[in-house]
């Protein structure tokens, strides 16, 4: 069985520029969550959903970020524009059920670079 | 406030070693605690899982052990081998809702 896949798993993009993550979870998971992980720390949480709906993204700077998930299956999350500060990992997660419950399972991630 | 504490931030031992990494946490209320390990360049993978009732759990060379009270757990790894230079990261699931709570891991390599 595939794992959660993510692409592209780097970029490098100039800071006020658009950039796109893409995250396709295992198959007939319902919940999907995406991270962000600066170097030497661990993972926090940016928005998670349940089937399509967002239901906790208390921690997305939504000034600049914006998710989306259609059809409750693959996600896009998107930063316009990108600073300097960007620069992480972003991890896409996903799980059955809540994560609580559910065992939870790991994207690669995309390493993002803003120079 | 919740939090996870871990130590030590990083760790060198050599191959064959044992080793024990550390966890104390103030998140509650508690639902579930998990180690994680996560290779350079991956993302994490869970090592195990552990509810309130149980205090030691085991995955191969990996061990954990849970003290709920002391609100701590640990990360044992015998015999150490190359492959196990990592993160590894512990996190604890708060409530019905189960958010979980990251620490920020423990750096460990692994020496001929």
């Known amino acids: 069985e595939a794992g959660v896949v993510q692409s592209p798993r780097y970029k490098i993009i100039e800071k006020k520029q658009p950039v796109a993550f893409w995250c396709n979870p295992i198959?007939?998971?319902?919940?999907l969550y995406w991270y962000r992980q600066n170097l030497g720390q661990g993972p926090e949480l940016l928005i998670r959903?349940?089937?399509?709906?967002?239901?906790?993204d208390s921690q997305l700077p939504k000034d600049r970020f914006s998710a989306e998930r259609l059809k409750g299956v693959d996600s896009t999350l998107k930063i316009q524009p990108a600073e300097l500060g960007d620069s992480a990992v972003y991890l896409c997660?996903?799980?059955?059920?809540?994560?609580?419950?559910?065992?939870?399972?790991f994207g690669p991630g995309t390493r993002l670079t803003v120079t | 406030k919740n939090q996870v504490e871990q130590s030590p931030q990083s760790l060198i031992i050599l191959e064959g070693k044992n080793c024990t990494l550390q966890?104390?946490?103030?998140?509650?209320?508690?639902?579930?605690l998990r180690w994680y390990k996560q290779d350079t360049g991956r993302g994490p993978v869970s090592l195990t899982i552990m509810t309130f009732s149980e205090n030691t759990k085991s995955n191969g060379r990996y061990t954990a052990t849970l003290d709920a009270d002391t609100k701590q757990s640990s990360l044992h790894i015998t015999a150490s081998q190359l492959s196990d230079s990592a993160s590894y990261i512990c996190v604890v699931s708060k409530g019905s809702q189960g958010n979980l709570i990251f620490g920020k891991g423990t750096k460990l390599s692994v020496k001929p």
């Open positions: 966890c104390n946490y103030t998140v509650s209320p508690f639902s579930n």
């Open positions: 997660a996903s799980s059955l059920g809540l994560a609580g419950a559910y065992e939870q399972y």
């Open positions: 198959s007939g998971h319902n919940t």
């Open positions: 959903y349940e089937n399509e709906e967002a239901v906790d």
